[in-house]
């Protein structure tokens, strides 16, 4: 899965790829980075909607509080 790429179901907007699976007690949880990064749980039909392996890509539900407060690329200073 690592690499896969992690698309919104509902606008299908890139979000980012896989770059790590962290083991929980519960479920695993898929941490995706992109323009933002997110913690998605392992939980099909919740938040998985689909995976296509030939594809190399996941549909995801994505929803408030699954992007972390992170942004990944550089902001320019606004100044002040």
Not at 35 to 64: C, H, W
Not at 65 to 80: E, I, K, N, S
Request: proline letters at 4%; hydrophobic letters at 40%; glycine letters at 12%.
């Amino acid at each position: 899965l690592l690499g896969m790429a992690v698309y919104d179901a509902a606008t299908g907007e890139a979000l980012g790829k896989i770059v790590q699976v962290d083991p929980y007690p519960a479920h695993k949880v898929y941490e995706v980075r992109g323009k933002r990064e997110y913690l998605i749980p392992a939980v099909r039909e919740v938040f998985i909607r689909g995976v296509d392996m030939e594809t190399g890509t996941m549909r995801v539900r994505n929803m408030k509080g699954l992007a972390t407060d992170g942004v990944h690329h550089q902001q320019a200073d606004a100044g002040g």
